[in-house]
């Protein structure tokens, strides 16, 4: 048996653009949710509220939390340069498009955890 660690993607918001992320084990598990688990904390308790302020370190915590999931799970990006240079996580969280990010992370998520409908069966 071959064992893939990663899965590759192209992304939909930016065809011939390709990422590979990670795939789950254990020991990634556990890093990866000792590294999200105090910002989800935070999360939960200023998404709870109605303030203007709480709702903005919301989106804050939200952002951080998408760059954990890039920085963590990201394994490789092709098809992407930014100012004349080849894109890795680093430059794409700092310079590059927000909509690529987004879904960079997402497919980290999906990858890592189970959606809900997965959970019910």
């Known amino acids: 048996m071959n064992y893939q660690s990663t899965v590759r993607k192209e992304s939909t918001a930016f065809p011939g653009v390709w990422f590979a992320i990670k795939k789950l084990s254990l020991s990634g598990r556990l890093d990866l949710l000792r590294l999200v688990r105090q910002e989800g904390r935070d999360l939960e308790f200023h998404s709870a509220s109605d303030g203007m302020a709480d709702q903005i370190r919301a989106r804050e915590v939200t952002a951080s939390i998408e760059?954990?999931?890039i920085r963590w799970g990201l394994s490789s990006l092709e098809g992407l340069f930014i100012d004349d240079r080849p894109a890795d996580h680093d430059l794409l969280l700092e310079k590059g498009p927000e909509?690529?990010?987004h879904e960079i992370a997402e497919a980290i998520r999906a990858e890592c955890f189970l959606s809900e409908?997965?959970?019910k069966n």
């Open 99 to 101: 909509a690529l990010c």
């Open 117 to 119: 409908e997965e959970r």
């Open 67 to 69: 760059a954990i999931y």
